[in-house]
């Protein structure tokens, strides 16, 4: 410990002690680290800011400054004594139990309370920091937080996994079944959700000062059940048990207006005064977000509808007591559930009110925070850029200039320059089912004020079309931010389009899309500049080095140390082993430990006994008509068909293959429910046919999250990403499937289409027709019967004479195909989709090809590191710089 004269006395780096594994916090140890990026600030030029950031607000010390004189800042002692120590005080201290009656649930509880400590003691230094030091943050702002586990992705970060696992030991436990007791954070529906979690990682691993904005759900993802073949939804009381990974903060409260109306303020033409109806409170609950390889920790910020305030005592002195508790529980309901939609937007006045709460509470945080730096208001963008994850967290444009103009008393123009300079926005999907509007009698009701400053949004808007393009109506109604339906809607996509400097999607087919279709006209309007592509990315913290341990050792060994995980580049090396037999070996093997893992888990999750070594064939994803999991058991049941035309001689000479199917389809998506009672079905039957035995088993796995998809996806050998061309905007998940050595199977879709780029076409399996085919396909197929062929009749055939069940439960799926106009082109694709199968067990068999595709493909792969998708954001949209902490070996 040390002790420092300076009024402001922490020492940093953290951690003095000399690192000598990867993962320790010395600024001295390069292997933890890529290379800085931009901007790293030295020891000297840290003093110099530090010294002049706080005399620009005040020359003496301040109070606080003060009280940091005789605080000096060491990590926590990183022994295994110390960490059992620390796990028993949490034991006996903060769960009241002795080591005597600790069950493996107390031992995870109080193993993480302890490894909580450390982050937040990190966790206060960077916001320290980042304060000091006024640096520009990014706030990522998300409905959705797909976070999965924390405790082993903490302790990889904080490079304690080994010290942990023997500390535990000592007391008689194994940390692997320990890890197992915490339960996912499911704050989120799919890709979205995850995508957000893997950028929040990506700014911590890269010290970006970067927030998560979310709201913290009582009940996450809902937990699917299945039974007799049906998904039945269960509520996910997540925090019924203690969550070690939120800190509340109930000194971080903003109240939220709804309803009411609106008086003239007569200081100003564009100023109102806002008089509400009700008014709730939003709390904060900071969830950290480790570092690896750094000691910053980035922060996702929950709000949770507080209700104390609400409870009536009067009506409760008067016997009322169901009416003394009415208002915290409308108010509570607020914050209670996460909508299960994925990619599809129900349109509920309870979820306007969510998505108000989160902006509203976000909104006056960001600003709080602002303003702590004593800057002009017109300085935000230069401090804060937010980012719309979609247009979920649109209504934060409103609430901006009605805090600037209303509360700031800035004017119209100077508000309007502001925030169009610090919000930026992602589109996510293109699918019409998901485009957000909002009925504007119900924002009236709801929203009075933030209605007016949308229509004024619009109008000026429109006022400036209408003199770039005079006369065009047709233009200025195809673009008005307020659709003329009956009611007349607010269309959410284009609010947040004009309320922000860059629009992007999510992979380069996808950019291209939206420039060509939604926003055709904005780009004319706006500018080509303004539209830019973000290709997605994904965590190698936790998509490779958490989920797939050996394989995390191969590259460690290739690599030389493990600076890929940090620095996904590195595994470019692994080219050069390519033809190293003993290697290839080992990489066949650490595949082959992962299937085994997954036989396992889906013996205990399902009952079902697969083989290993078998090809596993994997579609795990959200059950959606665009992603065709139907075309996939389709083409399930055409294999069982022609394996039952064979001779038993001619059976046992095809390919083993299990085909692993999960995901959740929207509580209210009966189509989608339907497939996923067809694939059990299939299972079913496929499965108690001992003719068939080994040689085709059909898995539905229940409940996929993230950490199921932790155990799926490393042992896939091919997966697929199937969509009809130019629906899936990027997908994540075929990212993380190639990124763990596995095949993909696919069409010219999404990020697919990159990811063959990258690692070249030799190593993907592509078919299906191209996006600028499918209007036409779907032209034809509006005014003609489909043309199913042999295959697709033959399945359709089963279906019909009742092999899976009664025939006229999935009647309506094939009707969707033969008499619905088959929107999603099954019967198009088919055949070729039939041949490419063909091809991959061509190629399976051969063992020595597939593992150099298997190799290959790895080795290719770090474009697809949320670090780097990070990385372009920080420098194309956010305009922010890395600032690293433990670069600074000094004391101030
Ligand atoms: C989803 C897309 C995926 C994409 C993720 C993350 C929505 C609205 N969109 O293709 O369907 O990978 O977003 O960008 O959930």
């Known amino acids: 410990m040390s002790r420092n004269s300076g009024y402001f006395s922490t020492t940093i780096p953290l951690n003095t002690a000399k690192a000598t594994t990867p993962g320790a916090h010395d600024a001295d140890v390069p292997v933890t680290q890529p290379t800085p990026l931009k901007r790293v600030v030295s020891g000297a030029a840290l003093k110099e800011l530090l010294a002049s950031g706080s005399s620009s607000q005040s020359k003496t010390p301040s109070k606080m400054d003060n009280m940091f004189q005789n605080y000096s800042h060491s990590e926590i002692a990183r022994d295994t004594a110390t960490i059992k120590n620390s796990v028993i005080m949490h034991l006996t201290a903060t769960f009241l139990r002795t080591p005597m009656s600790m069950d493996s649930g107390h031992a995870y509880l109080a193993s993480a309370f302890s490894v909580r400590d450390r982050l937040l003691q990190r966790w206060n230094l960077t916001n320290e920091f980042h304060d000091r030091m006024k640096a520009k943050r990014v706030y990522y702002m998300s409905l959705e937080f797909l976070i999965g586990r924390t405790f082993d992705n903490a302790l990889l970060a904080l490079d304690l996994r080994e010290e942990y696992s023997k500390a535990l030991g000592d007391v008689g436990f194994c940390l692997e079944d320990i890890i197992d ?76 207006k709804f309803y009411g109306h609106l008086e003239r303020d007569p200081s100003s033409e564009h100023r109102y005064i806002w008089k509400s109806d009700v008014v709730y409170d939003a709390m904060a609950f900071d969830v950290p977000v480790p570092g690896y390889g750094t000691t910053n920790v980035g922060n996702i910020r929950l709000w949770s509808c507080k209700t104390n305030s609400l409870f009536d005592l009067n009506k409760f002195n008067s016997g009322d007591y169901h009416g003394a508790t009415g208002g915290q529980v409308a108010a509570q309901i607020l914050t209670d559930v996460l909508y299960p939609n994925d990619n599809t937007n129900e349109g509920k006045e309870l979820r306007l009110r969510q998505e108000y709460l989160f902006c509203s509470a976000t909104m006056q945080d960001i600003i709080a925070r602002f303003k702590k730096t004593g800057r002009p208001m017109r300085d935000l963008p230069d401090l804060a850029a937010i980012q719309l994850n979609d247009t979920h967290p649109t209504l934060g444009v409103p609430e901006l200039m009605r805090i600037l103009i209303d509360e700031e008393e800035l004017t119209w123009d100077e508000a309007w320059e502001i925030t169009t300079r610090t919000f930026a926005f992602t589109n996510h999907t293109i699918l019409p089912e998901a485009m957000e509007k909002w009925p504007v009698p119900m924002l009236d009701k709801i929203l009075p004020r933030h209605m007016g400053i949308m229509y004024d949004i619009n109008l000026f808007f429109l006022q400036s079309v209408e003199k770039q393009f005079p006369g065009d109506r047709d233009l200025l109604r195809r673009i008005s931010i307020i659709e003329e339906s009956n009611p007349q809607q607010v269309r959410m996509a284009f609010l947040a389009c004009v309320g922000s400097h860059k629009v992007n999607g999510v992979a380069a087919i996808h950019s291209d899309i939206i420039k060509q279709t939604i926003f055709k006209d904005f780009v004319r309007i706006q500018g080509e500049d303004k539209f830019i592509n973000k290709t997605n990315g994904v965590s190698p913290r936790r998509w490779m080095n958490e989920c797939n341990p050996d394989m995390s050792s191969l590259l460690t060994e290739v690599v030389g140390d493990r600076s890929w995980v940090n620095d996904l580049a590195k595994t470019k090396k692994l080219e050069e082993r ?16 992962n299937k085994k893992r997954l036989a396992d888990y889906i013996l205990t999750t399902t009952g079902i006994r697969v083989n290993p070594n078998a090809l596993f064939d994997v579609q795990v994803k959200r059950i959606h008509e665009y992603k065709r999991q139907l075309m996939n058991i389709l083409s399930v049941i055409y294999r069982y068909h022609c394996l039952k035309q064979m001779t038993p001689e001619d059976r046992a000479k095809e390919l083993h293959r299990v085909v692993v199917f999960a995901g959740k389809a929207a509580s209210g998506y009966w189509v989608a429910k339907q497939v996923i009672k067809l694939i059990n079905s299939v299972a079913e039957v496929v499965n108690a046919d001992e003719e068939i035995g080994d040689v085709l088993k059909v898995v539905f796995i229940p409940d996929y999250s993230v950490t199921a998809a932790e155990y799926i996806i490393p042992a896939s050998d091919i997966s697929q990403h199937i969509s009809t061309a130019g629906t899936e905007a990027s997908g994540t998940s075929n990212m993380k499937f190639v990124l763990n050595g ?151």
């Open 742 to 892: 596995g095949i993909i199977l696919g069409t010219v879709d999404g990020a697919n289409i990159e990811i063959g780029e990258e690692i070249g076409e030799e190593q993907i399996f592509f078919f299906g027709c191209l996006a600028h085919e499918v209007e036409d396909f779907r032209h034809y197929l509006r005014f003609h019967q489909p043309k199913p062929d042999d295959a697709l009749q033959t399945a359709f055939d089963m279906i019909q004479r009742n092999t899976f069940g009664d025939a006229a439960i999935f009647q309506p799926l094939i009707d969707s195909i033969l008499r619905g106009g088959d929107v999603y082109l099954l019967s198009v694709d088919f055949p070729s989709y039939i041949q490419a199968h063909k091809a991959v067990e061509d190629a399976y068999r051969n063992r020595e090809e597939w593992i150099t595709k298997s190799i290959l493909s790895v080795a290719r792969m770090s474009k697809f590191s949320s670090d780097r998708s990070i990385q372009e954001y920080a420098e194309e949209v956010w305009n922010i710089e890395p600032v690293r902490v433990n670069s600074c070996n000094m004391s101030i």
């Open 578 to 593: 390519v033809t190293d037999q003993d290697f290839r070996q080992r990489w066949w093997d650490a595949k082959q430990a």
């Open 181 to 256: 007791e915490e339960r996912d954070a499911a704050l989120g529906n799919g890709g979205l959700g995850r995508l957000a979690a893997c950028y929040v990682d990506s700014m911590a691993c890269q010290d970006y000062p970067g927030w998560g904005y979310g709201l913290r759900y009582k009940y996450g993802m809902f937990q699917q059940q299945i039974i007799n073949g049906y998904q039945v939804e269960a509520p996910d009381c997540w925090l019924d048990s203690p969550n070690p990974w939120e800190f509340p903060r109930p000194d971080v409260t903003y109240p939220v």
